[in-house]
């Protein structure tokens, strides 16, 4: 299984070896939880600006705006590192910690998670949330 990060903005500074990494680490736990059968052979994570994730919404979800995460069921997990930074400075924690949270939200939709109800999207953030924090600190951590 592979997971690819590729950075297509250019505001924010990422280092993408240590996401695709991180990616990597998280799979064999988001498999053992999984509802659906197989993931992807291969995960795209592309990191973009809020401008080209609004694009992205309105063509797939008739929706206009930015958001964090859309994730497509063939394995393409598109993030928005814009929301993320301000997400970031909101919650008082770093970048890489906030990617790392979409990361494993986009996981968790291949893996069969929703979360359109409330319990599926508190079930998600607790989820999201242990896998980012269990994660060793890099250098690049704030």
Do not use: W
Request: proline share 4%; hydrophobic share 40%.
């Amino acid at each position: 299984m592979q997971v690819q990060v590729l950075n297509r903005q250019r505001k924010h500074r990422i280092a993408a070896q240590d996401l695709a990494r991180f990616g990597i680490d998280l799979l064999p736990r988001v498999r053992e939880i999984a509802r659906t059968g197989e993931l992807p052979e291969q995960i795209l994570v592309a990191l973009v600006s809020d401008r080209k994730i609004s694009a992205i919404h309105k063509q797939f979800m008739n929706l206009a705006c930015p958001t964090d995460v859309v994730t497509f069921q063939h394995g393409e997990i598109i993030i928005s590192v814009d929301t993320a930074a301000r997400q970031a400075s909101e919650y008082g924690t770093s970048l890489l910690h906030e990617l790392r949270l979409y990361i494993a939200h986009g996981l968790l939709h291949l893996a069969g998670y929703d979360d359109h109800s409330k319990e599926g999207f508190q079930e998600m953030c607790a989820l999201q949330e242990a896998f980012a924090r269990d994660r060793p600190k890099l250098p690049r951590d704030k």
